[in-house]
């Protein structure tokens, strides 16, 4: 439940941190391709190769039927269904450019495709951590305390109700209990779990609930967007089919990920790995404009290596780089919106869980990728959620941010007449044009601490880790709900309770 | 001394941490451009107005005195000297657009200029810090042992002795004995410093030891590359003057590097910033054309912020991203070899000091800066050298390394055949095509750890920073000298004594 202040003018908020405002970001520079276009064409051609001779084994009858009535080849023994590169090519080039996902904050509402580039909250985790109670199951409550911090974070682009599972809820409703909140008490874009049809159609009424619209107006203005991996090698479980069926029925975004990392799920070399991913993508991608032809859709790219000697995922690794990299060019050249993330492989919120996003992060910003998700608080390759994280996270995606904004270049930013009046000598502290400028003249850290070893130590010698901790606290301190109206309050709330007697049994 | 080993067959080496092999590291991408020609011509001419108006105090007789004869004007009361936009273009087109300095073995001998980026240490900092003993003014044998360590990173391009003081040494000698260190210690190149003829002329007379020539062998292969900064805004001191003039007389590199903390030893504005350093930078090259036409030198960039509200400074901050981007820009304008570095502000090894760290790696990489000064080492905004800052940084920039090696596109790489080996299901981890190539399919990590969660815990869950630690003191227990003649040995053995002698007095 959202908390309030009695008195809110004398309340700190959530800027008493040095955030930079909620915005959108678009990359003014061109991504850096490390493949020319016969590499892409290689890389594509051998997909269709896949596609053609192995196919995908495709779980669920319903989807099998489908595309048998499109043309595609199915073995009925085997479950396996071939694709024909002619009916690829011409499924992948119905799905739009560019995917629109609306936030109740309108202001919020998210743009994905082109230059633009969003970043999105940790999804997946079982478990939560943070220097208070250490690692553990997490709960509701604390799930509402992650949605809490997501939605003081101004450069959160949306928050994710699977930043990890709440284990006092019953796993058949906790869906509904998730969206829920999601939805009261952020304002921004709230992805949603696709795993199997009713979770996928639960989603879908609450939005209409949340909107106040009915399916053909949420088809008109997606509200939703979810994610479906692909059980890599070359298998679409039943679940995640009908998952991603249930929302391009409705017309609402669905991402496809192949879950491709190199060297356990797909060849041990980023060339193949990038053929497995791109065939598996762009077969779930046709699939969906089987179902609904012009659905909006994102091409997921998820593809790391393993350490070899303990076939442990590694993240943010060179890598984890170049198939960045070279997803964002292959989704360019089919003209898709393109997912990746910015993930880390450390145990604890320490220097390599730093260097390790800080290379996921890169990669995605050079790479143009439009969604970088898992960018706050994903920790040990994704089985944690850390608060501490989230924290670090902002601060790395706000200097990001920071980083694509050009510089101005004029005669009032060349500073001539400051250099003149300063002359040989002296510093600039007091000079005019520092004067009228030096209160937003630079970046303004949330996280990092600038003072000199003595004053950093006088002040506890924390580290960057110990500050993120009560950073957080502070913004649940200081959090304020975003207002909803009382009457879609209830109404959700009435769904809900009527679902799970259905789900449940009264 | 080096330590030698009785028994070398037995004991574990350097190559017993997983590094990639000492290797010369191309950048195969276009830089990131973040000026439009305009722009640079902007600075450009900004630049020159200063140059041309206020010009630079310049504290050294002698250097006046060259500068006015060769046209400048000097105005002999305030020392102040106005140089003409002709003679800067045409002192700086003089300048050679590569640079290469020798190292003992040949094979580690660098060439700063076009796509090449090399990875220096640490130089400049008062104090030394590690987890054993905590932060402290260092010692001569701790130097030793940094020294030692820079040797046995593959990753470092070169080792500088002046990554600390050595406290137990005359400071008027000192430069002596450090020199002496990095020239049987490691077989890289040795940046020195130019604080004084003597220091520098110190510097040529033990490299024709040790490279067994002459001052003119020298000049033909130089194998001295000194750093000076002016002391900015707009001043030349006399040491750094005299230390250039020295090099400059005998062929070997100079760098000049303007110290343009933005809003306070230049305007509060990036561009501001960039016009005053680029002023700075191409008067001392200019500067040194005069001395010796053709010399090598190089641009050097170090501009960043401060904390406007403490006035400390910042790295690795948006601001200092985007300097260096630009400065990229002006260097190759120019046709120079550019010099940057890859400094952070924490005061302790934690996450901010990696991302710090790695938000100015990662624009150094961008902005294809030929030298990445301070690439081991820093902290503290460069007061502290940090032996585990050392182990995280090889880390960074090994993952960098990698990063620009790009992706083999071949069938053999594409891995249609493991793809239909593993077909739908299943995994790859017993696939042929994996089998070939599982050992080094992968970049080996030094420091990060993979495990998972429990078997991290079972191990101790240490930090990177505490995993740091044990890999710098095994560095230093396996490590063995590259031998030095002993002649030569002797030789500079008898020319310190002299020195000493003569600078301090029997």
Redesign the interface.
Known sequence: MPRRSSNRRNKPDAFSIPQIPFQHVENP?PP????NAE?VS??HD?SM??LE?????IDDPQTRELLENAGCKVNHD?T?VLFDRGFIEQQVAKAPSTVKVRARNDERSLTFGGNRINFMSVAGPAFLTDSDKG?RPGTFAELQDALRILQSLNVAHGANGGAFASMDLHPETRHLDTLNACFTLTDKVAPVSLMGRTRAQDAIDMACIMFQTDYEGLRKRPALYGNINT?S???LDREMAQGAMTFAEHGQAVIVTPFTL????????????L??QN?EALAGISFIQTVNPGNPVMYGSFTS?V??K?????FG???Y??ATL?SGQLARHYGLPIRASAPN???????????????SL?ACV?GHINLVNHSFGWL??G??CSFDKMI?DA??VQ?MV??L?????NE?????S???E????????G?A??ME???N???S?I???????EN??DSG?Q???ERATKIWKHLLEVYEAPPVAPSISKALDTFIERRKIEILGA
């Not at 001779?53 to 084994?57: D, E, F, L, S, T």
């Not at 300063?422 to 502290?429: K, N």
Request: with cysteine; hydrophobic share 40%; aromatic share 8%.
């Open positions: 520079y850096l391709e490390i493949l590499q290689s890389i051998t190769k896949v001779k192995v196919g995908m084994r085997t396996q690692r059980n090698p070359l298998v190199s060297g356990a799920m797909s060849p041990v070399t980023i060339p193949g790995a053929v497995q065939a290596n350490d070899m303990s076939g442990s995922p590694a690794t060179p890598e780089v170049k070279a492989a450390s145990n604890s919120v320490d220097a390599q869980a730093a260097y390790e996003t800080q290379m890169w050079m040990e390759g089985l944690c670090l601060e790395m200097m920071e980083n904004k050009p510089l101005e270049i009032d930013t060349l500073g001539l400051a250099i003149e300063v002359g040989s000598g002296g510093h600039f502290f000079a044009h520092t400028r030096y209160n003249a630079f970046y850290p996280l990092s601490d600038w003072q000199n070893f950093w130590s010698a580290s960057a880790t």
